[in-house]
């Protein structure tokens, strides 16, 4: 049997979603004609592979065994395609990929690890990068994609898309300050020593800008580069610390609390360059791997098997 690729991505979509309707609309296709490649993709498999009920639908064991085969099938046929592209540009060309410190301390070193592994033939060029900026470079055509803040990346005019929650916590030692406290505002917070990142460091520059002139006076007692160090510290007790929830390995013994401010509600969002319409399959298959490192769980540790990406824009053309 002759498989067509959109039909194996347009399943993908839908069992991620677990609806038909929000499937086709991945793919921007109309939900008749969606409809109409799952019967045909059910046809020619002489099997269902949908259970259809009132709240959605899900797979049935050959909906889910065609899943996880369509998934090795579309990244070999990504390699593959990278593999001849790799002939046809400089090898001096990577992908270029952007994204704040909090993006950099999980998130995009899990997507490299996937990545990088499994497409040996093409590079990937990272920085550091505060929203403003990364929202510039893609718009000019200097980055091919960048994870982005909600907050900050509106009606810039990018194709953009969900990419998982990054809103802020408060930690401390356990059994501290914050024992039996479920959430605090930042003024609570800023009335205890803190650790916190260097000044220069977006995430530290995103707090500052979201307080504004009228913050309260705050005492560091160290400022240090890396996220890693900075829950450390703060779980041996040297200062509260605020911190993007994802940044917090499970083995970490600590008290964490909600912060109630408004700005601390915040999601990453993954942003396609100016030029996304005519993007690389490299460029596609890093956005599928950036969505999987999003979805995986904090663990401690970069690299692990990850799971099925949920969805993906329309193939570029």
Not at 31 to 46: D, K, Q, T, Y
Not at 72 to 87: G, I, K, Q
Not at 157 to 176: A, F, H, N, W, Y
Not at 301 to 306: A, F, K, N, S, V
Request: glycine fraction near 8%; hydrophobic fraction near 40%; include cysteine.
């Amino acid at each position: 049997m002759r498989y067509d690729l959109d039909d194996l991505r347009l399943f993908l979509h839908i069992v991620a979603e677990g609806s038909i309707t929000a499937g086709a609309r991945r793919m921007h296709l109309s939900l008749p004609s969606a409809s109409a490649r799952v019967r045909s993709l059910e046809h020619h498999a002489g099997v269902d592979l949908l259970i259809r009920g009132r709240r959605g639908v899900r797979p049935t064991p050959a909906g889910t065994a065609l899943a996880r085969h369509a998934r090795d099938v579309l990244d070999r046929t990504a390699r593959l395609e990278s593999a001849v592209a790799s002939y046809a540009r400089p090898p001096t060309a990577p992908l270029t990929l952007l994204g704040g410190g909090s993006a950099m301390h999980r998130l995009v070193p899990r997507a490299l690890v996937s990545f990088l592994r499994a497409h040996p033939d093409v590079d990937v060029e990272v920085s550091e990068s505060r929203t403003p900026r990364t929202v510039r470079m893609l718009a000019d055509g200097e980055a091919d994609l960048g994870v982005v803040l909600d907050r900050e990346a509106r009606d810039c005019g990018l194709t953009m898309e969900p990419l998982g929650d990054d809103s802020l916590v408060v930690i401390g030692q356990c059994g501290g300050i914050l024992a039996g406290r479920t959430e605090v505002t930042y003024s609570e917070v800023a009335e205890h020593p803190l650790v916190g990142l260097d000044a220069g460091s977006s995430l530290r520059r995103s707090i500052e800008k979201n307080l504004g002139p009228h913050a309260p006076a705050v005492r560091y007692r160290t400022t240090v580069a890396h996220l890693n160090t900075l829950v450390s510290l703060a779980a041996a007790g040297v200062g509260l610390a605020v911190v993007p929830r994802r940044a917090i390995a499970p083995y970490h013994p600590l008290d964490v609390c909600d912060l109630r401010d408004p700005w601390a509600r915040r999601h990453h969002l993954l942003a396609w360059g100016a030029k996304a319409g005519a993007s690389s399959t490299a460029t596609a298959a890093l956005a599928d791997h950036l969505r999987r490192a999003a979805m995986s769980e904090p663990d401690g540790g970069d690299g692990l098997p990850l799971p099925a990406p949920r969805s993906r824009p329309p193939t570029p053309g």
